[in-house]
């Protein structure tokens, strides 16, 4: 019998090595190959991408993760249809440059994206004190010195780069129809305006924030956070400028609750390219401030008595059947099969309006606390990966770069990408982890996650922090001094991979100030 193991083993052999040299040979071909072509079962039909990204939305804001306020049924869905992350992460506790890296798939810092585009610098001593006197909370928001900050006038220049694709670029050069409906905040100059950046069709605004309905109407309920500069501004300028909705850059008087008109739009657009591959990015607003919503969404949540609370909760009931209305119009075109759908958020839930707390995490928007970047994140291709599957690797929303376009069948050889197609993963094909690390940067603080570990550095204050999340969730622990040789690694590490990041290509404003469990952290905004 041993001659003919011998053989077998030989045939074996043999058969495997043809198949690395044929893999080899094909993986730069942007054709889809063994040993992953089973992951493609649309043939000759390019698969539609969905993104559907939230604003401000915490993990546990929502049913799926556990949130006891409001029931999120059709966004549940995404996860229960599909696979739900545990340790999704956005690039960034802030929404612009989060968005950077998503869009494009790189760390948003290898091309200065760093900080919210701002439209205005105090430069003048009168600018100073108008921005002094806006400030009611002096205690929660320092002026930042910035001596050598760009006029206004090159301060609106500020946004994505021409030099880096976003995905929508790379899908539309592939024979995709290309469309955005929603939040942009990516820069409003020319060169970075949605219809300049890939997308066929735009609906939506360029700002930060907008206005979800006319002020005076009746039929909405709103909270105003007074005390609070930011939303003082937002009710002044939620209507202006940048904020104004926008279809294919011309201004349109939008009548219906914002969160609706977006799904409506994002619907019509599924229908008009039934059968063209698509790409959809449906960036809401939603439950960014400012705070409004329908009076009918309001009066279902009485068992939430703090005004603020309700207000919050029934903005993201009205966004869970927004995205409600995305899903049954995949449905109704017979599309859901042969669309891979993506939701997240691109940051935590904002704690500073006392509406949330992202308990049992720490922290919140502007936070490199799990608060802060530890964002829902979940997805469904029926039919094609599995149902109900949990997974507790880590992920980041630069990974929906290369996911997209893996089954887009692009080819990503000449992109440089700090993403990992997690389709692999998802499949059971690949065992290992997409990331051994992530990084974060906000100009004077750090941030990396390395295997359960995650470190935290503010070389403004000289603080760092260790936390191992696989026993404490909740960041209460600081374990550096027991660990000091792995804090001088990760601290190499974070050194390693600053040094191939550019500088920020534009100064911050402000310094955001928090007290979290008798300890002050600062972050750049």
């Not at 079962?41 to 306020?69: E, Q, R």
């Not at 024979?175 to 929603?182: A, D, N, Q």
């Not at 919503?293 to 939430?304: E, Q, T, V, W």
Request: neutral net charge; contains cysteine.
């Amino acid at each position: 019998m041993q001659p003919v193991n011998t053989k077998r083993k030989t045939i074996l052999l043999l058969t495997t090595a043809v198949a690395l040299l044929f893999t080899t040979h094909c993986k730069n071909t942007g054709q889809l190959n063994s040993p992953f072509s089973q992951l493609h079962p649309y043939g000759a039909d390019k698969p539609n991408i969905v993104v559907i990204l939230a604003d401000d939305l915490g993990k546990y804001d929502l049913s799926l993760y556990g949130g006891l306020n409001v029931a999120t049924p059709h966004i549940d869905s995404i996860g229960m249809n599909g696979v739900t992350f545990d340790y999704g992460y956005a690039t960034a506790a802030i929404c612009a440059p989060s968005r950077a890296g998503l869009l494009t798939g790189q760390y948003q810092q290898r091309f200065g994206f760093e900080f919210q585009p701002h439209r205005n610098y105090p430069n003048s001593v009168f600018e100073q004190a108008f921005f002094r006197m806006m400030i009611r909370n002096k205690d929660e928001w320092q002026i930042q010195k910035n001596e050598g900050a760009p006029r206004n006038k090159f301060s609106r220049k500020q946004g994505l780069t021409k030099e880096v694709p976003t995905l929508a670029e790379v899908l539309k050069e592939n024979g995709y129809r290309t469309g955005i409906f929603g939040k942009w905040h990516l820069g409003a100059a020319d060169s970075s305006k949605p219809n300049n950046r890939g997308f066929d069709e735009q609906y939506g605004f360029y700002e930060a924030f907008a206005l979800y309905a006319d002020r005076r109407d009746k039929n909405i309920v709103s909270y105003k956070h007074m005390d609070d500069f930011k939303d003082r501004w937002m009710w002044r300028k939620g209507d202006k400028a940048e904020s104004r909705i926008r279809y294919n850059d011309s201004i349109i008087d939008e009548k219906e609750y914002l969160t609706f008109a977006i799904a409506k739009r994002a619907s019509k657009f599924i229908a008009d390219n039934r059968s063209n591959p698509f790409f959809l990015y449906v960036p809401f607003n939603a439950p960014h401030e400012p705070f409004q919503a329908p009076k009918s969404y309001y009066d279902k949540l009485p068992h939430i008595a703090d005004d603020n609370k309700r207000i919050y909760y029934a903005m993201i009931a009205a966004l869970d059947d927004a995205v409600g209305m995305i899903m049954d119009e995949l449905r109704k075109q017979g599309l859901e099969e042969n669309t891979l759908v993506i939701f997240t958020s691109d940051n935590g839930a904002a704690t500073y309006t006392h509406a949330v707390t992202n308990y049992p995490l720490k922290g919140g928007k502007m936070m490199y606390f799990e608060g802060g970047i530890n964002v829902p994140y979940m997805m469904q291709w029926k039919g094609t990966i599995p149902r109900k599957k949990v997974m507790e690797m880590m992920v980041s929303h630069l990974d929906i770069f290369a996911t997209s376009c893996y089954i887009a069948g692009v080819n990503t050889d000449k992109l440089l990408l700090d993403g990992e197609n997690l389709l692999p993963y998802i499949k059971g094909v690949r065992f290992d982890k997409p990331h051994r690390q992530l990084y974060w940067r906000n100009a004077y603080t750090y941030a990396a996650r390395y295997q359960h570990w995650k470190i935290l550095i503010d070389d403004e204050h000289h603080t760092i922090e260790l936390y191992n999340l696989a026993k404490d969730r909740g960041e209460a622990n600081n374990v550096m001094h027991d660990h000091t040789a792995l804090v001088e690694q990760l601290r190499k590490d974070i050194e390693a991979w600053d040094g191939q990041m550019l500088s920020p290509a534009w100064p911050w404003i402000l310094n955001y100030k928090v007290i979290i469990d008798g300890k002050t952290y600062f972050f750049a905004v």
